[in-house]
């Protein structure tokens, strides 16, 4: 089973939440822990897993050969991203702007145009205890998460439980990180702008047709607008978690809820309970 963590946005704790259910679970399955959220991965902060394998991934990007081009701007015409740029004897490609779509390549006809990989981003793997850790990590100033997280997925096991920590929003890279998985875990909390962006999130799911749930986080703060939306939605709030200040203090030292409070790890099974459930309905 795929399980993706994702929220409306940043800050509801949903790096918790995807950690501590694969902590719970990894003693009773074989679990895969993928942390798509490129952008800030903070998986590892709470796991500690041990690397054992780092390389480098990217997108392959135009290479010109000046002798051979003749300037005609065939490929600057193709590119829809307006990553080349061909003026008189002068070719500008923008790494940045480029989709690695391959558009240029194959309208180019004198054969100028070769691929290279222009590296975005560093792929981790190891191990921590019995979780299989896998994270992506765009680098510095790189602007496109979305062909790192698709590059990382494809390398999904077919066996096992994966968690998937998505990035927040309801943005491709979201998308990307969610779509084909076999169930969305939605981290909110009971605010006007927690609820504002569930419900942008909620949106997005429902065009995957992929079955949701809701975690509350800090459930005892803010309304209960919350729970009038979700019954209104007929999406089920699958666990609630109130504010604890212990918690606080262990996430900011990086202590996962479940080492905080042990108890916590039963919980967390009843939720994986209630998704395995869920999913069958959807599947009946």
């Not at 259910?21 to 895969?32: C, E, R």
């Not at 903070?42 to 054992?52: A, Q, S």
């Not at 066996?159 to 979201?174: K, Q, R, T, Y």
């Not at 997005?204 to 509350?216: E, R």
Request: charged share 25%.
């Amino acid at each position: 089973m795929k399980i993706a963590v994702a929220s409306g946005k940043g800050g509801t704790g949903k790096t918790i939440i995807s950690t501590s259910l694969a902590l719970s679970l990894a003693t009773d399955k074989n679990v895969h822990y993928f942390d798509c959220d490129v952008e800030a991965p903070n998986g590892h902060i709470f796991l500690k897993p041990d690397i054992i394998k780092e390389e480098k991934l990217g997108i392959d990007v135009p290479k010109v050969n000046l002798d051979k081009c003749d300037y005609c701007g065939a490929c600057a015409d193709a590119c829809e991203f307006s990553a080349i740029l061909v003026a008189r004897n002068k070719i500008m490609v923008f790494n940045e702007l480029c989709h690695g779509c391959y558009a240029c390549q194959m309208v180019c006809h004198v054969d100028a145009i070769n691929m290279e990989m222009h590296s975005t981003a560093i792929y981790r793997e190891g191990n921590a205890g019995n979780i299989h850790f896998v994270e992506g990590r765009l680098n510095l100033g790189e602007p496109m998460p979305t062909p790192i997280i698709s590059k990382i997925k494809n390398l999904l096991p077919k066996e096992g439980l994966v968690i998937i920590d998505s990035p927040p929003g309801n943005s491709d890279s979201m998308v990307e990180a969610v779509i084909d998985t076999d169930f969305v875990l939605l981290v909110t909390e009971p605010t006007p702008f927690g609820l504002h962006d569930l419900k942008l999130a909620v949106d997005t799911v429902k065009l995957m047709n992929i079955p949701m749930g809701i975690v509350a986080n800090r459930a005892d703060l803010g309304t209960k607008d919350l729970w009038d939306y979700a019954k209104k939605e007929n999406i089920p709030v699958l666990m609630e978690i109130p504010f604890l200040r212990k918690v606080a203090e262990g996430y900011s030292t990086g202590i996962p809820l479940v080492d905080v409070i042990p108890e916590y790890r039963e919980q967390f099974k009843v939720l994986y309970k209630k998704i395995e459930s869920l999913v069958s309905e959807k599947e009946r």
